[in-house]
């Protein structure tokens, strides 16, 4: 009885332990090279026609303060150069990570531009009015996941940094507007990305 049980330790103790390892595996940029903060990348859909890299844009009611996460029209523009900010360290930037998104050479409302989860008429869109830094439930929306996602990835928004906290998680995913405006929403389907160094 004592070495089965001792064999099922061992059994549950690597699953646990294989399971960690993988989700917090360094995210990798299309070069293969482990993302790091503070520096720029493009976040770029994975599947061709699907719209081009991440950018700001105007509010759907064309406020041009505060700016809303989206996309580019044309497949062939990179978006905006963006940064990641994880909650607790730096270095290398890893799966299932709790972190901050920023754009690094742009601000909105004079303040620096991270992403931020808002809900707009029952929508739960990603807007710019985020702040780097502080975890906890005062900051909640501001936090995101990079998580692995067949081949590629996806960012998920599903904050861990408050234990207290209802998290109301979703996929981040698109949007298509009758204007032909590509906006970054929580939905159930995810929209596939990569990374590549600026």
Excluded at 82 to 99: K, Q, W, Y
Aim: proline share 6%; hydrophobic share 35%.
């Amino acid at each position: 009885m004592k070495i089965i049980s001792f064999l099922t330790f061992i059994v549950l103790s690597t699953l646990i332990s294989l399971s960690f390892g993988q989700s917090q595996s360094p995210v990798l940029d299309t070069d293969q090279n482990p993302l790091v903060t503070g520096s720029s990348y493009y976040i770029l859909p994975a599947i061709s026609e699907r719209g081009g890299g991440v950018k700001l844009s105007p509010t759907t009611y064309n406020q041009t303060c505060p700016l809303d996460v989206s996309q580019e029209n044309n497949d062939q523009l990179n978006g905006s150069p963006l940064s990641f900010h994880p909650a607790r360290g730096g270095g290398v930037i890893r799966s299932f990570v709790d972190l901050n998104i920023k754009f690094s050479d742009a601000t909105t409302c004079g303040k620096p531009a991270v992403w931020r989860v808002e809900n707009v008429n029952g929508q739960r869109v990603v807007s710019s009015r985020g702040i780097v830094g502080n975890p906890g439930l005062v900051t909640r929306s501001n936090w995101f996941k990079i998580m692995k996602y067949e081949n590629d990835y996806k960012i998920v928004f599903c904050p861990t940094v408050c234990y207290t906290c209802a998290r109301g998680c979703g996929n981040i995913g698109h949007t298509i507007a009758k204007t032909g405006r590509i906006s970054l929403v929580l939905s159930k389907e995810p929209l596939k990305v990569k990374f590549m160094k600026v």
